[in-house]
């Protein structure tokens, strides 16, 4: 666990997704849970002894499988966008096993783990920002969708952090099943151009580190868009895009875990990617 401002942690060594904690004088503000019961129960633990208070609100920045499958070991209310509250209600009592399996697949030695809990609802949810008083500051939440409709941000504007949740991902592929292409590139470039653009940028995956992390991924999403529009004006089918997953999963190291669940995220970001353009163009679908 890393300390990178004045109360303010993270743990990026949990496989899957990283995590932070802020401390605020009515207890701990936690963004996302780990990805495996392993995890989600070392980092409660740690975080829980931080604050007398212990964890007071568990805040989601998306709604993809690896970051809600733990969110009930934390036992506290629950604050996400509005799209990330509705795919939640859309879910019957428990998690489908669809998303078991596909962590499953990922690793599947911590994957033994999980079960089919209960699935947890969101307590406050939010369609364009919120913002929580902090005693110290405004912890403010902002929904950016991009990697999938449930998308947000977490901003610490005090210390210049922002927690990106998969909008940013350092050196990792990122899940690209629920991809809105246009809306992630604009998400990003805005922040590029915000005079007041953090300092750090807390990825979902992967170590921290400044603007240029943004600006790597807007070069990422442009790769991907390069890609598929190539694939269209060659007259490639939409199925056809799986023979161009591998350079989409080039772009970053190859995981240690998990070779089939990333080529699979990239294929249906591909096939998510190439229905957004021939929409946007007018042009025919052409499976």
């Known amino acids: 666990m890393q300390e990178i401002a004045s109360g303010v942690f993270i743990e990026t060594a949990y496989e899957g997704v990283n995590v932070a904690a802020i401390l605020t ?3 701990i503000i936690a963004i996302d849970a780990p990805s495996y019961p392993r995890d989600a129960h070392d980092w409660v633990s740690r975080i829980s002894r931080l604050h007398g208070r212990g964890v007071r609100y568990l805040l989601l920045t998306g709604y993809h499988g690896d970051r809600i499958l733990n969110t009930r070991w934390f036992g506290v209310p629950i604050i996400a966008s509005q799209a990330t509250a ?3 209600d859309d879910y019957d009592r428990r998690y489908p096993q669809s998303l078991l399996e596909g962590l499953s697949l990922r690793n599947p030695q911590l994957g033994r783990e999980l079960t089919s809990g209960p699935v947890d609802r969101v307590a406050i949810s939010f369609t364009g920002h919120i913002s929580l008083h902090s005693g110290r500051g405004l912890v403010n939440l902002v929904s950016r969708p991009g990697p999938n409709a449930g998308s947000a941000w977490v901003l610490w504007p005090e210390a210049g952090i922002l927690f990106s949740g998969d909008s940013v ?5 990122p899940p690209l099943s629920g991809l809105l292409l246009a809306q992630w590139l604009a998400g990003l470039k805005e922040l ?4 007041r653009k953090p300092r750090l940028i807390v990825p979902g995956r992967g170590e921290p580190g400044g603007p240029e992390l943004a600006t790597s991924m807007i070069t990422y999403l442009h790769h991907i868009s390069a890609v598929v529009e190539q694939h ?9 895009l799986a023979g161009r997953a591998r350079e989409i999963l080039d772009y970053f190291a190859t995981p240690e875990f998990g070779a089939e669940w990333y080529q699979r995220e990239v294929i249906l ?3 998510r990617a190439y229905d957004q353009l021939v929409t946007t163009a007018g042009l025919p679908l052409v499976e």
């Open 25 to 27: 004088d009515e207890g």
């Open 86 to 88: 509705e795919r939640l």
């Open 169 to 173: 991902v350092a050196g990792a592929q």
């Open 192 to 195: 590029n151009n915000d005079k």
């Open 232 to 240: 269209i004006a060659a007259g490639g089918t939409r199925q056809e």
């Open 269 to 271: 970001g591909l096939q």
